[in-house]
């Protein structure tokens, strides 16, 4: 088991006010790593918002391929961070030896193409990247998107926060909206790829639990799209039907959680839309998932949704105070945070829910 959490804020947070989310559910972590996605940018990047940015841990040599293969691909680079990391010893993390945020002009090019041309363009130069770098064993490349900003690392989430100065009152980093777990990836190999959460052409998405249909999603999944790659967690089986159901498919958000977690049939054939639940579990079957989770997810337009499995058997609470939401796998984290909230106005999702966040703070609860 493990524990995620997220924030989405009127007014801009430091990372530091993830972590304080996440902290206080300990013991349902093992401290053996962090993750975070940062969306709606501010602080020093909040200049930069329609510029794709490069989130990339590497060696030296890897800097040098990511420059070389941008560069050849007619990418301007116009901002750069480089974190300014604490090397002070005895800190618990697997430190790679560079951290590149790199934002890029498009190539001349693309500048006048529609923004699904665009979005396929950072598709492709990301998977391209990867490999790369992969090939080499040279880094890893974990999003390339405008206004995103992804870190992931081995170790201590106190220490790891400490090498990159995240507790800071004048880290450079803020944001409107940040998902994070504090948990390396168990269940199989530990590398960065795989600690949560994953991110996927504006799409973001972390989980708590498992899914015993693992195998099943990802044969399918290989077949649907090229960025569906990797598979290093079960948990990316949920991104990638998110996607494909919402950017693929182009259906509303309601249909994800009948893909996922599909209704009895004895339900599904009292309801009016009998026929069409009927025809989403034929053609996407191979999508369903099973086992004990919960999720978090932030889509394009930057709404905040969770959901359960059919059971709820992995907790998730939505709580606010008018300026700020946070979800988080235990009350004790919103308590952190949210100390001045209504705490009888949480949310404590349903396995039939969906629980959805807009820019506005607005939450929305969708019945199945």
């Not at 337009?301 to 998730?316: E, F, Q, Y």
């Amino acid at each position: 088991m493990c524990r995620i959490g997220s924030i989405k804020s009127k007014v801009p947070v430091q990372p530091s006010k993830a972590l304080q989310l996440m902290l206080p559910q300990q013991e349902g972590h093992d401290n053996s790593g962090y993750a975070m996605v940062m969306q709606d940018l501010y602080g020093i990047f909040e200049g930069y918002k329609d510029k794709p940015l490069l989130s990339v841990a590497c060696t030296q040599r890897g800097i040098r391929m990511v420059k070389e293969f941008m560069h050849d691909h007619n990418f301007m680079q116009i901002f750069g961070w480089e974190p300014d990391v604490d090397r002070r010893p005895g800190l618990d993390i697997e430190a790679m030896p560079c951290y590149l945020f790199h934002n890029y002009d498009y190539p001349y090019e693309y500048r006048h193409k529609t923004q699904a041309e665009r979005e396929e363009l950072l598709l492709d130069t990301r998977l391209a990247l990867r490999e790369l770098l992969e090939k080499e064993q040279e880094g890893f490349v974990y999003s390339f998107w405008p206004d995103v900003l992804t870190l992931k690392e081995i170790g201590d989430p106190r220490d790891i926060a400490t090498y990159f100065r995240l507790w800071d009152d004048d880290c450079p980093l803020k944001a409107k909206s940040i998902v994070t777990q504090c948990r390396q990836n168990t269940n199989y190999d530990i590398v960065r790829y795989a600690a949560h959460p994953f991110f996927l052409q504006g799409y973001t998405l972390c989980a708590n639990g498992e899914n015993t249909f693992y195998t099943k999603n990802k044969e399918y999944q290989k077949s649907l799209h090229r960025g569906y790659i990797g598979f290093e967690s079960d948990t990316q089986n949920f991104l990638y039907t998110l996607h494909y159901v919402l950017h693929e498919l182009k259906w509303p958000i309601k249909y994800y959680k009948h893909v996922i977690t599909p209704l009895p049939f004895a339900e599904a054939d009292s309801r009016e839309d009998r026929d069409v639940l009927a025809l989403i579990r034929q053609s996407l079957g191979h999508l369903e998932i099973n086992g004990p989770n919960s999720i978090i997810a932030v889509l394009p337009d930057g709404k905040m949704m969770t959901c359960c499995d059919s059971k709820k058997l992995r907790p998730v609470v939505v709580g606010s105070n008018g300026t700020m939401v946070a979800i988080a796998s235990e009350v004790c984290g919103l308590n952190e945070i949210l100390p001045d909230r209504d705490p009888s106005q949480d949310i404590y999702p349903n396995e039939r829910e969906v629980v959805v966040i807009d820019n506005d703070l607005v939450v929305q609860r969708w019945k199945q």
